[in-house]
């Protein structure tokens, strides 16, 4: 999945980074590499430090991606501080260049991930990416249940979202992906 982010990352620096003069050309390449590895790492903080709701609202399309968006805050508050430490941006320089970024790369995953028709990115693969272990997959799944009323994952109508839902779920929609792109919309 990094690979892919970096890509994203390249497509949306041309006028952040590229094309700044805040930006010295020779740490250009550097700076989209940060920005791709601020992204990846502040997803995997977030869903660390139980921000799974926070995740599960950027992913289903029902919150905004801009600046206001607490995920897109503290990317983007990651990635100015490190751009300032490391290659020595002023504060509103690196300011600039995540506030400008960032959105538009998350929005772009998101929708990337919400299309079917672009296997670029899928949600399962970027919740897998940024989850990584089982403590942060049973709150996912605690997430599942207590949203999942609202997107309709009570399969069998008993009025909870349990195990039983999720493999009927993930047998109706082709597996695990299947079960991310019912909660997530896609």
Do not use: C, R, W
Not at 63 to 92: F, H, M, R, T
Not at 98 to 105: E, F, K, R, Y
Not at 132 to 143: E, K, L, P, V
Not at 170 to 182: D, E, P, Q, Y
């Amino acid at each position: 999945m990094f690979e892919q982010l970096t890509q994203l990352v390249k497509q949306y620096g041309g006028d952040a980074v590229v094309n700044n003069a805040a930006v010295p050309n020779e740490h250009n390449e550097a700076v989209i590499n940060e920005t791709s590895s601020s992204i990846f790492s502040g997803l995997q903080k977030i869903a660390s430090e139980g921000g799974v709701e926070q995740l599960a609202g950027l992913f289903n399309g029902n919150a905004s991606i801009d600046n206001s968006n607490p995920v897109v805050k503290q990317i983007s508050q990651q990635l100015s501080g490190s751009l300032g430490e490391k290659y020595g941006l002023s504060s509103s320089d690196a300011s600039g260049v995540a506030s400008s970024m960032i959105p538009q790369i998350l929005s772009s995953l998101v929708n990337k991930a919400k299309d079917p028709n672009d296997g670029s990115f899928q949600i399962s693969d970027i919740i897998n990416s940024i989850s990584g272990n089982s403590g942060q997959a049973s709150s996912i799944m605690d997430t599942i249940s207590k949203y999942g009323m609202q997107f309709g994952l009570d399969q069998n109508g008993d009025g909870k979202v349990d195990l039983e839902d999720a493999i009927a779920v993930t047998k109706s929609k082709g597996g695990i992906s299947g079960l991310f792109g019912k909660l997530f919309g896609k």
